[in-house]
């Protein structure tokens, strides 16, 4: 009697260890890993392979790693080129293929530098995030569809925020006079979101940052900048602002602020979520490009010598008509 009992119980501690143990989700940014978390809310336990701040291009896997993809139970990668480093490592560690690819419905763009390779950076068209999302929900049910309902609610509820977002957008931007809406980044991340949402872009490297600034591409930008008036320049949070600081000096105009493109912001910062992280970039670029100000001292300082001839012809005429009345008291 004792036996059955005691089988009893065991049974019902693995039914019970069964039904809390989280589905394991493993993201290579920040960006979709924030999006399971919506997604999956207290079902799911997500970890990154790139830290929050860090550059995806640049990242060198760690031992660690190798312990995250093997105890992972789903793999979220981006592709289109994103994560060369890791498909090798996948490949060598994980049994079976546990990788799900975000960008599986998306029309990529292709690289202008790069013949037959695309722009990785899809997630910046808010569009491509519901694609983006939608994959990952799909994820989720098939692998947990004991919480199909759970799921479905949460993604639904996500959907329709990001289709808000992308209405914001949209609206946002066309505050900006149509002359101004040239946008001037680091590295080559914001295509989709230029091409979706009207602004014309221009940056320093490619689409990845393990490339070297081309003297070319400094004096392309310059050129634009004095062409164009363009009031500001931004940076990211990801690459080092130092280039980006020398060219706003020397055009005496403006750091427009700071964009996050390949990493969401941490926990207190304005990009903190995938929605708080577009949102804030729009936010930042309308209000830089939209605004009236002049930045460049050399145009304030042709635009004040301007009045300085007239000034004077009028303090002339207003001296001897003064003097003639005088004269005739």
């Known amino acids: 009697m004792f036996k059955y009992l005691f089988l009893s119980f065991i049974l019902l501690f693995e039914m019970s260890f069964a039904q809390t143990e989280k589905l394991k989700v493993l993201a290579t940014t920040s960006m979709w890993a924030d999006m399971a ?14 830290p929050i701040g860090s550059d995806p291009h640049l990242y060198e896997p760690i031992p660690s790693d190798v ?27 994980s049994e079976k293929n546990k990788s799900i690819l975000l960008t599986k419905n998306v029309t990529p763009i292709s690289s202008i530098d790069h013949q037959g390779a695309t722009d990785p950076h899809a997630w910046m068209d808010v569009e491509n995030g519901i694609l983006y ?22 993604f639904k509820t996500y959907k329709k925020q990001l289709e808000e977002l992308h209405q914001y957008i949209i ?4 505050k900006i006079p149509i002359e101004k809406r040239i946008l001037i980044t680091s590295h ?5 979101y230029g091409k979706k949402y ?25 050129r634009i900048i004095k062409e164009k008036k363009v009031p500001a320049v931004f940076v990211e949070s990801t690459i080092n602002p130092k280039i980006m600081q020398g060219i706003q000096s020397e055009n005496k105009i403006k750091i427009g602020g700071k964009l996050f493109a390949d990493s969401l912001g941490d926990e207190h910062s304005e990009g903190s979520t995938y929605i708080n992280m577009i949102k804030h970039n729009t936010d930042v670029i309308v209000s830089a490009l939209s605004t009236d100000e002049l930045f460049n001292s050399d145009s304030n300082n042709a635009t004040n ?13 207003v001296s001897i008509i003064s003097l003639i009345l005088i004269n005739k008291k």
């Open 171 to 174: 609206s946002s931007i066309a």
């Open 37 to 50: 978390r919506v997604i999956g809310s207290d079902f799911v336990d997500v970890e990154t392979i790139v």
């Open 305 to 317: 010598s301007k009045w300085i001839i007239p000034f004077l012809i009028v303090f002339y005429i």
């Open 133 to 154: 999302s939608t994959e990952i929900y799909k994820a989720l049910v098939r692998l947990d569809p004991m919480h199909e309902r759970e799921y479905e609610f949460n």
């Open 188 to 192: 080559d991340a914001f295509q989709y």
């Open 198 to 222: 009207g602004l014309n872009l221009y940056s320093l490297l490619g689409i990845s940052t393990d490339a070297d600034v081309q003297s070319n591409d400094l004096i392309e930008i310059n």
């Open 67 to 93: 312990q995250k993809i093997i105890k992972a139970d789903v793999i979220l990668v981006n592709g289109l080129t994103f994560e060369n480093w890791l498909v090798k490592l996948i490949t060598n560690v």
